[in-house]
């Protein structure tokens, strides 16, 4: 597991379950992604300053989705999708392989190992 940032880790303090273990980190534009054992985490940069919309959740289930959009030029998107609520994560070209990595993992959770 990657190092989290200290900033990312209080935002997470009052969001994690006392047994819940972070599995995977990636780093995107204005943000970070945190998958844990339970959950997918959005945690925008200075959530501290954005209650409502500082840090995102969506449960591990079939009713969530997550899709990478293509990349152009140097950027990229990803959406997240559940229940009816949207997310958009811009990524940069260095963050494509960490969010991809995570985005399979996700699926592969989600889906089984088929």
């Given at each position: 597991m990657d190092?989290?940032?200290?900033a990312t880790l209080s935002a997470l303090a009052p969001v994690l379950a006392p047994t819940e273990q972070v599995a995977m980190v990636a780093?995107?534009?204005g943000c970070t992604l945190v998958l844990t054992d339970?959950?997918?985490l959005l945690?925008?940069?200075g959530s501290s300053y954005r209650p409502r919309s500082g840090v995102q959740?969506?449960?591990?289930?079939r009713t969530l989705s997550v899709r990478l959009g293509?990349?152009?030029q140097t950027t990229g998107q990803l959406a997240i999708e559940c229940c009816?609520?949207?997310a958009s994560v811009f990524l940069t070209q260095a963050n494509i392989p960490r969010v991809d990595a995570l985005v399979a993992e996700v699926?592969?959770?989600?889906?089984?190992?088929d």
């Open positions: 190092q989290l940032p200290a780093p995107a534009v339970r959950q997918l945690v925008r940069d959740s969506w449960i591990v289930d293509p990349v152009r009816g609520r949207t699926r592969r959770r989600i889906y089984g190992k």
